[in-house]
């Protein structure tokens, strides 16, 4: 052994506090940034942190440190690291907890807990962290003797990572931050319960093989299953070299390039024509990495009712929960895919249904009507996705803009989307930023937010002025909940019941108190404009436009219907409803 | 339809817990669930007995469970030779003068007295979860004051009739 190699190993044998360890440990995990906010039940930790070279993120609430972390595992791959007090600190972060969970994020969640000698008295900031949070995490803690720490955290990185990934807490009581102990890191994790299957089982790839050559209409749907196992290159050498036109979920945008002549777009709720007509037309439908989830679906009833459906996914547990599937895949996309483009069975012969899908791609594209003055929302986020030249991060909150966002900014790469899908969270777009752009320093980050979900997260705009990152906020200010407007409209007779809010506070003199250069625009002429100066400026900046207010997503797919009855579809320039 | 399922689970604090708010979340019915210890030291054994709409669900269930990290081992037991029992203590209000009809009553099912007093008797009673309520049944028109059931445990046969079709959570 080297010295240095000895050193290390005294040192990974050393006596420590529980702080320290959780340094060390965060520091041989190679954890590049940790968010978080200090509290009572955490100032042994962050009194470690002190002067340990660890990058730490003060956000302005836990639920923007969460939210950041959620971001920067998207982007970067790697786990997102988050540390909150205990009681409020740790209710603040269960909003996040639950997102990452629904989108299979991985995180590794420190909370502080009341001291040992006081758990279950009803102490000072004491919450139930392990109970709340047992059926929105993948697996929780709570430390209980300082010998399990070591172990604890490994096994916690261990299970976010693998498998399907998800979100890990570990509660660690304050005594235990404070009491010494052994630190051993080097040990292997040892989880019998805990056994992911990676490869696929080659009888069911056989089965696949097989369909595809005697399919007619054969589609791929493709979730964030493609993104977390890294197999965008596979999936378009696979959809390629069978001919296979594909389809994404919103969490998936970007696995499969937007422009490649067998994308269909988007489907769902206010997916494209083209993409839910093939989703109910195919003949075959393999779902790679996708759950099936209700806004993807659509009625069950009528999803992909002529379909053999073939379904590859990581977790077990997503196969048949939602639709009944004849070929069941357990596996990483990547490896099915690989394993599936190595068969290279006979290609089906699509090419009248690739044709048929073309023509309804010329014939019902997505639509929106000009007019020329007012911001047009999906016109701003076409005018972003042109000063990017596509390739910006895209973060986003949750309601119109968001669709608007999936729908027109052309996805072309892996890994530039963030979004809350599964659970839908206003005020995620921001802090998600920051999350982004600390995974990737060089991108250009453009947090495209509702005027409502903005005012849910704001505070965070500190922290971009802070540590000057340039992100560029969009707000789409359309003096509503939008997307709540829009139902009231559709569904409920216009009673806008709370959903409309025509005196939004002045963004850009929010802003401005944050030292954040704001813009406003009003028509489409000065979109443009401000959106050059924004672009133009190496730091963060805030963007107000204030977009026709009544404008509606479209198509859509209304609740209880199927995805072949859309409405809001053009043909040849007129909406049919 | 009625599963028994049984599974190996770490012995740790909050696994009961984690188990049962997971059925909890996914609005699935427990009918009963018996814990304990198995032969291997730190783990235990628990057997649910589910009612469902149908496989599907049943399927659910499991893979769901087995997602758990610190479950080891799930089984839906119900289609294969196994044995289950549950325990029942049954008092009922008896005058010394109707006794002598509850012990020839109770006999057949094997049951015992195990405690007598002046107006009333309890009876202990284990089996399938059928016979413990056929005798619950029979004993009802006495008057029942008290009943407390264990819910059933149970576990294969060490000699299968066909050849076990061994369910586990992954459908291939
Ligand atoms: C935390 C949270 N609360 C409520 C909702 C319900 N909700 C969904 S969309 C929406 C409106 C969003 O409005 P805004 O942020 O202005 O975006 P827009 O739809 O106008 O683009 C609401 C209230 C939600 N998704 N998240």
Known sequence: ?577 | MRRIITMTVNNRPGVLNRITGLFTKRHYNIESITVGHTEIEGISRMTFVVNVEDERIAEQIIKQLNKQIDVLKVNDITDQAIVARELALVKVSVTPALRQEIYALIEPFRASIVDVSKDSLVIQVTGESEKVEALIELLRPYGIKEVARTGTTAFTRGSQKTAATHKTAFII
């Open chain 1, 1 to 577: 052994m080297t010295r240095m190699k000895v050193e290390e190993k005294a040192k990974q044998k050393m006596e420590m506090s529980g702080a320290l360890m959780l340094v060390e440990a965060l520091k041989a995990e190679k954890v590049e940034v940790i968010f978080g906010y200090p509290g009572g039940a955490v100032l042994p930790l962050y009194d470690q942190l002190y002067r340990s070279g660890v990058f730490h993120v003060l956000t302005r609430h836990e639920q923007g440190a969460i939210h950041a972390a959620e971001g920067y595992a998207r982007i970067s791959g790697k786990p997102g690291v988050v540390i909150a007090t205990s009681g409020p600190g740790a209710t603040n972060i269960v909003t996040g907890l639950t997102d990452a969970m629904m989108d299979s994020l991985p995180l590794v969640v420190f909370t502080g807990q009341v001291a040992t000698s006081v758990i279950g008295s009803d102490a000072f900031q004491e919450a139930d962290v392990v109970g709340i949070t047992m059926p929105i995490t993948k697996h929780n803690y709570q430390v209980r003797d300082i010998s399990e720490l070591p172990k604890i955290i490994k096994e916690a990185f261990h299970i976010a990572t693998t498998g399907r990934p998800g979100p890990v807490l570990i509660d660690i009581p304050k005594d235990i931050t404070t009491a010494k102990g052994e630190f051993d890191y080097e040990q292997e994790v040892h989880l019998p319960g805990y056994q992911p299957t990676t490869q696929p089982n080659h009888l069911q790839i056989r089965r696949l093989v097989e369909a595809v050559s005697q399919s007619k209409r054969p589609v791929i749907l493709a979730g964030a299953g493609v993104l977390h196992a890294n197999a965008s290159n596979e999936l378009r050498q696979y959809a390629e070299q069978q001919n296979i036109p594909v389809v994404h979920t919103l969490l998936g945008l970007g696995g499969f390039p937007a422009d490649h002549p067998l994308f269909l777009g988007m489907a769902g709720m206010h997916g494209t024509y083209t993409a839910n007509m093939a989703l109910y037309e195919c003949d075959l439908l393999i779902n790679i990495g996708a759950r099936f989830d209700d806004r993807v679906t659509g009625n069950l009833k009528y999803f992909a009712p002529k379909a053999t459906v073939a379904h590859i996914d990581i977790d077990p547990a997503e196969i048949g929960k939602n639709v009944p599937t004849k070929i069941p895949i357990v596996s990483d996309a990547k490896a099915a895919l690989q394993e599936l483009i190595h068969q290279q069975g006979k290609p089906a012969d699509t090419s009248a249904w690739l044709r048929q899908l073309n023509e309804w791609k010329q014939r019902f594209p997505l639509y929106y009507e000009e007019d020329g003055q007012t911001i047009k929302p999906q016109k701003l986020v076409e005018m972003i996705y042109e000063l990017t030249n596509g390739e910006a991060i895209i973060t986003t909150d949750v309601g119109q803009h968001q669709m608007w966002a999936a729908q027109y900014y052309k996805f072309n790469k892996p890994h530039r989307w963030v979004t809350s899908g599964g659970l839908g969270t206003m005020g995620f777009g921001l802090p998600a930023a920051i999350g982004a752009q600390l995974a990737e320093r060089n991108a250009t980050v453009v947090s495209i937010v509702g005027d409502g979900g903005f005012q849910m997260t704001f505070q965070e705009l500190s922290v971009i002025q802070e540590l000057q990152l340039p992100i560029k906020v969009v707000i789409v200010n359309n003096q509503a909940l939008g997307m709540v407007r829009q139902w009231q409209e559709l569904f409920y007779e216009k009673r806008y019941s709370h959903s409309l809010i025509p005196n939004q506070p002045d963004f850009v003199k929010l802003a401005e108190a944050y030292n954040v250069p704001g813009f406003r625009a009003k028509t489409e002429a000065e979109a443009m404009e401000v959106l050059k100066k924004a672009f133009a400026i190496d730091g963060p900046v805030l963007l107000d436009f204030h977009v026709k207010a009544d404008e509606n997503v479209y198509p859509m797919v209304a609740p209880g219907k199927g995805l072949h009855e859309m409405v809001g579809v053009k043909a040849c320039g007129e909406l049919s409803q």
